[in-house]
């Protein structure tokens, strides 16, 4: 990996500040470690020589104090700037995400696994190993002037020795560069199959393939295992190989140092200051190897980071418009890597009211409801509509309360949150429940029946500032007493709202205000023309579709 990525401080602005605040204290640590060597080799030679001790003391005292001071600041410095950075980062990653159609983003394995570790694993890469890089650019320098002033033949052997050092570590980040990727990539690999082990396993439990799954997730665990070892065993064996190429440099300082002291060829004070030094010189060189491998995930994270956040080839989903109309034109679709087009041709037009989508399994149905929200981008024609808020067939419900699911998105007070579970008839139900809105629910809204889950999804549809909203399947898996709740619900919704519901029960279209049939693919010379539900409620607002053909 490069010593450090520009990029950082372009995406990060905030960070530059204690960059730039880390740099000073890097130049000042690089003075206080010269002022620490002078003033103990002062105060050896006083004791040797028999002379008074109080400046000496007091200067050594001062000095480690501003030593101690500085690596404090230092370390508070850089916690926050990694901090701050994984953060920043996290949150324009998701940002970035939102704003891409579905097809754009990531798998949700690698999705996971950046969001989370990637960018967490960025926060010592900031903390740790730019600190110490700034001080492996500042502190040897200072070190070796000093050396040169003191004791030249000191300063040679340094100059001759030192970049030793970084040429082996560059050599051996080489080596290990591979071993980084590999790593990264099973930690991925395993993340992403964990994860979706985890969504389908009450389908493979089901169909009794539960336990063969601990065998799949045991062998990608091991590809991590083996990985993360390897990639230790690098990082031992690099730092003790630098380690021990410093400490033989210092000791032929320390050699020749107390042979030209035997032989009377140096003063004892610049032998000193040269032996106390010569270490300083290699010290930040040899954390910056050390810290290369608890950086190098950092490193390794970052450049992906970057490159979702820089994808100049990533459409964004366009901007909501203003009405209350969704219109599209020409619109087709095809699946990436796929030959076979879901959607072609296709023009619709839905107003305030009920438009009601049906047909068979496989009709595009689903992939229709995505594309008029914005979540993947047309191969062909165009789709212009508000805002919307989509109802898929697993409604998500994140918060741990009633009340945190119900005005997810939305900053409505309670009383508004009361007024659109009344409008969906479930404010007897959650008035009736231990807590009322602030009762527990668990994962997927446990503790509420479908239908309450379906009820309660549509209150927050009520409460979301989206004027269009997009129904998948609202009464799948309902009975028919929740199913009649539902439709109730999706009735109050069509009064204000432009709603396109999907549905395969047949029940919902006589409330639509206009009906949708898809058909299977046709050949494009063929198309099919929707016709009015007979017996859909009479209202100015209605849907049109014709001139395409769908699955």
């Known amino acids: 990996?490069?010593?450090?990525?520009?990029?950082?401080?372009?995406?990060?602005?905030?960070?530059?500040?204690?960059?730039?605040?880390?740099?000073?204290?890097?130049?000042?640590?690089?003075?206080?470690?010269?002022?620490?060597?002078?003033?103990?080799?002062?105060?050896?030679?006083?004791?040797?020589?028999?002379?008074?001790?109080?400046?000496?003391?007091?200067?050594?005292?001062?000095?480690?104090?501003?030593?101690?001071?500085?690596?404090?600041?230092?370390?508070?410095?850089?916690?926050?700037?990694?901090?701050?950075?994984?953060?920043?980062?996290?949150?324009?990653?998701?940002?970035?995400?939102?704003?891409?159609?579905?097809?754009?983003?990531?798998?949700?394995?690698?999705?996971?696994?950046?969001?989370?570790q990637g960018t967490a694993s960025i926060e010592p890469y900031v903390a740790r190993y730019l600190p110490t890089l700034v001080s492996a650019a500042v502190v040897p320098p200072m070190a070796l002037v000093a050396l040169v002033l003191t004791d030249w033949p000191s300063a040679l052997v340094v100059v001759l020795t030192l970049p030793l050092l970084p040429l082996f570590a560059a050599l051996i980040g080489m080596t290990t560069a591979e071993d980084t990727q590999r790593r990264w990539r099973a930690l991925s690999d395993l993340s992403g199959h964990f994860l979706d082990v985890m969504s389908?396993?009450?389908?493979?439990?089901?169909?009794?393939?539960?336990?063969?799954?601990?065998?799949?997730?045991?062998?990608?665990?091991?590809?991590?295992?083996?990985?993360?070892?390897?990639?230790?065993?690098?990082?031992?064996?690099?730092?003790?190989?630098?380690?021990?190429?410093?400490?033989?440099?210092?000791?032929?300082?320390?050699?020749?140092?107390?042979?030209?002291?035997?032989?009377?060829?140096?003063?004892?004070?610049a032998g000193l200051l040269a032996i106390l030094l010569a270490p300083e010189a290699y010290w930040p060189v040899r954390r910056v190897g050390t810290e290369y491998h608890s950086a190098a995930d950092?490193?390794?994270?970052?450049?992906?980071?970057?490159?979702?956040?820089?994808?100049?080839?990533?459409?964004?989903?366009?901007?909501?418009?203003?009405?209350?109309?969704?219109?599209?034109?020409?619109?087709?679709y095809r699946y990436p890597g796929s030959e076979r087009d879901v959607l072609r041709g296709l023009d619709l037009d839905a107003a305030r009211g009920l438009t009601v989508v049906t047909g068979a399994s496989g009709t595009g149905k689903t992939t229709l409801l995505e594309l008029l929200a914005g979540l993947r981008t047309p191969t062909s024609g165009s789709v212009d509509a508000l805002s919307s808020h989509l109802v898929t067939q697993r409604p998500f419900f994140?918060?741990?309360?009633?009340?945190?699911?119900?005005?997810?998105g939305s900053d409505a007070s309670d009383a508004e949150a009361w007024a659109a579970l009344r409008a969906v008839g479930m404010e007897g139900v959650v008035a009736g429940l231990p807590d009322g809105l602030d009762t527990p629910v668990g994962d997927d809204g446990f503790g509420l029946s479908a239908g309450?889950?379906?009820?309660?999804?549509?209150?927050?549809?009520?409460?979301?500032?989206?004027?269009?909203?997009?129904?998948?399947?609202?009464?799948?898996?309902?009975?028919?007493?929740?199913?009649?709740?539902?439709?109730?619900?999706?009735t109050v919704l069509a009064q204000e709202r432009t709603v396109v519901a999907v549905t395969h029960r047949p029940e919902l279209l006589t409330l639509a205000d206009h009906?949708?049939?898809?058909?299977?693919?046709?050949?494009?010379?063929e198309v099919w023309q929707s016709v009015p539900q007979e017996g859909a409620r009479e209202t100015d607002a209605h849907t049109s579709a014709k001139g395409g053909a769908l699955t």
Do not use: C, K
């Open 298 to 332: 950092g490193a390794e994270a970052l450049r992906d980071v970057v490159d979702q956040l820089e994808g100049g080839s990533a459409t964004t989903m366009p901007a909501p418009t203003t009405g209350d109309e969704v219109r599209a034109r020409g619109l087709g």
């Open 1 to 116: 990996m490069a010593p450090f990525d520009p990029r950082l401080l372009r995406l990060v602005p905030r960070a530059r500040g204690p960059v730039a605040l880390l740099a000073g204290i890097g130049v000042l640590t690089g003075l206080a470690t010269i002022g620490t060597a002078w003033a103990v080799t002062a105060l050896v030679v006083a004791v040797v020589r028999d002379q008074p001790l109080g400046a000496p003391a007091l200067a050594v005292g001062m000095t480690l104090a501003a030593r101690a001071g500085l690596a404090a600041v230092g370390e508070q410095v850089a916690a926050r700037a990694g901090a701050t950075v994984s953060t920043a980062l996290r949150e324009q990653l998701v940002g970035v995400w939102l704003t891409r159609p579905a097809e754009q983003r990531p798998a949700s394995g690698t999705a996971l696994t950046l969001a989370a």
């Open 398 to 408: 994140a918060a741990p309360t009633v009340r945190g699911n119900l005005v997810l």
């Open 452 to 490: 309450q889950r379906a009820r309660l999804v549509l209150a927050r549809a009520l409460l979301s500032p989206a004027g269009v909203v997009l129904l998948d399947e609202p009464t799948a898996h309902l009975d028919d007493e929740a199913t009649a709740a539902v439709h109730a619900a999706i």
């Open 200 to 269: 389908g396993l009450p389908t493979l439990v089901g169909y009794g393939r539960g336990e063969r799954q601990v065998a799949s997730i045991e062998q990608v665990s091991r590809r991590h295992r083996l990985a993360t070892m390897q990639t230790l065993r690098l990082a031992f064996l690099s730092s003790a190989a630098l380690e021990l190429l410093a400490t033989i440099s210092v000791a032929i300082v320390a050699v020749l140092v107390g042979l030209r002291l035997t032989h009377g060829s140096i003063e004892l004070s």
């Open 515 to 525: 009906h949708v049939e898809l058909s299977p693919l046709r050949p494009p010379a």
